[in-house]
């Protein structure tokens, strides 16, 4: 378990949440278009995780929302898990970056392009390493979108059952989804009191405080019972060269804006 006594120690985690958004938004100017939204609500999460607690090749990483794949991508070059050069193929046909993951996506153990699946293969994941008597813990990034799923409730029953308490879940409340805002389409609160009675510890918090966010996570990983991190975040955090009325979910990058995001990401 890691700690952290000064603001010094939780560096590392907003510098690969800067480059998170940086090489996002590289990749994403090439098409013009595509998931960078994502990667700017949930950069903070994926850093600290990578910073302090996820152990590549010792722990399980579970990516539900497909779409999301785009912030291993990130990760990976900045760990040393896969080459820089791959990234310019991100989205390309034939190439194995694809802009949603699929079981031959590198860096994660799991990812899924259906909505809803990703609980139940890190339920797997988490109840295969007790069986086999092994320290190895399984984190799932899920999205608030896939609250509307009947699996994910199935998974979380599953999971508070058994006590997983080697399963940690990272949730990115962005309340963003292709079809608009998730609360004008159907009602997903309140979050942590849903999964409380599914048996689970639940952390709400600031999806883009460093500090927040390695709390939780700390004390998510210390539970006795499988645990979540609810993470409140905005689709448009990070780049304020975006347009204020830009679609979270698909954002469109004409050359200008992305000329103007990477300068300002660039800058910092």
Known sequence: MEEASSED??????????AIRLRSARMVARHGFGYLGQALSSAETFGVLAAHWWRPGRDDLVISPGHYIICAYA????????????LETYGEDGSTLEAI??????????TCGSLGQGLSGAV????????????RRTYAFISD?????????????????????GLTVLLDANNSQVDGPIDTITTIEPIADR????????????????????????????SERPAVVI?????????????????????????????????????R
């Open 9 to 18: 120690q939780l560096d590392p985690a907003r510098e690969l949440a800067h």
């Open 75 to 86: 990760i990976g070059v900045e760990l040393g898990l896969m080459d820089e050069a791959a």
């Open 101 to 110: 993951g699929t079981e031959s996506s590198p860096v994660v153990d799991l």
């Open 124 to 135: 797997g994941f988490a109840l295969a390493a007790r069986l086999d008597g092994e320290p």
């Open 145 to 165: 979108g896939e609250l509307q799923e009947g699996q994910t409730w199935e998974a979380a029953t599953f999971a508070g059952h058994h006590h997983l308490d």
């Open 195 to 222: 999964w409380r009675s599914f048996g689970w510890d639940a952390f709400d918090v600031d999806g883009h405080d460093v500090g927040a966010l390695h709390g939780a996570i700390d004390q998510a990983v210390a």
């Open 231 to 267: 993470a409140r975040t905005s689709t448009l955090r990070g780049i304020d060269a975006l347009p204020v009325d830009a679609d979270g979910h698909f954002i469109k990058l004409p050359p200008e804006v992305a000329d103007a995001a990477i300068t300002e990401l660039e800058g």
